[in-house]
């Protein structure tokens, strides 16, 4: 019973994994079609994420994190 018990458990928690994977997927693939869509609009070549560990400055007058999010929002 015991076995049965954890094998059910650890099976369980594979599926959440695998589920939490695909909407994070998901979720990934809407944020980057609209920061591609406002990059494009705006002539950006490049978009970073913020807080990224290799961005040593950035200029706040061209952070888009808020346009970023009100259109995703709107999706």
């Known amino acids: 019973l015991d076995k049965d018990l954890k094998r ?3 099976d369980e928690q594979e599926k959440l994994r695998r589920r939490n994977q695909e ?3 998901e979720l990934v693939k809407k944020v980057r079609g609209v920061v591609s869509t406002i990059a ?5 070549q ?3 994420e913020k ?3 290799f961005v040593l400055y950035s200029d ?3 952070d888009i994190t ?3 999010t009100k259109s ?3 999706l």
């Open 51 to 53: 807080g990224a560990p």
């Open 23 to 25: 909407l994070l997927s």
């Open 46 to 48: 490049f978009v970073f």
């Open 72 to 74: 995703f929002d709107a």
């Open 66 to 68: 808020e346009e970023v």
């Open 60 to 62: 706040s007058a061209i």
């Open 8 to 10: 059910s458990f650890s």
């Open 40 to 44: 494009k609009e705006k002539g950006y």
